[in-house]
């Protein structure tokens, strides 16, 4: 069992950055395979990043690419999403899960991540 507790939220401007980090408990971080998620106000929750076990692979979603950046330190039981650019349309409380496998056919689906953090809010001005 893993617990995670995500930090780095809060209200940036247009255009701004932010960095998410998500803090795991326990000494098998290494075998989960990570996501970030997030629900904005009145949306389902969707998929916006994740990565391997060994951080080797990384897969986004069109909305985030080429401006969010997800990466894990598997020495410090930590993942991370850098975005950057950010959009009003950004605005949402973000996740961070894990899941017990690697392959890369579930990785978008909330279903298939035992594990989830309390979420962080992440507010974008314009």
């Known amino acids: 069992q893993v617990q995670l507790v995500e930090s780095g939220g809060g209200l940036v401007q247009a255009g701004g950055s932010l960095r998410l980090s998500c803090a795991a408990s326990g000494r098998t971080f290494s075998s989960y395979s990570m996501g970030w998620f997030r629900q904005g106000p009145g949306k389902a929750r969707e998929f916006v990043a994740a990565?391997?076990?060994?951080?080797?692979?990384?897969y986004y979603a069109d909305s985030v690419k080429g401006r969010f950046t997800i990466s894990r330190d598997n020495a410090k039981n930590t993942v991370y999403l850098q975005m950057n650019s950010l959009k009003p349309e950004d605005t949402a409380l973000y996740y961070c899960?894990?899941?017990?496998?690697?392959?890369?056919?579930?990785?978008?689906?909330?279903?298939?991540?035992?594990?989830w953090g309390q979420g962080i809010q992440v507010t974008v001005s314009s």
């Open positions: 990565i391997s076990r060994s951080g080797g692979n990384t």
């Open positions: 899960a894990a899941r017990g496998v690697d392959d890369p056919y579930s990785r978008t689906n909330y279903w298939a991540y035992a594990y």
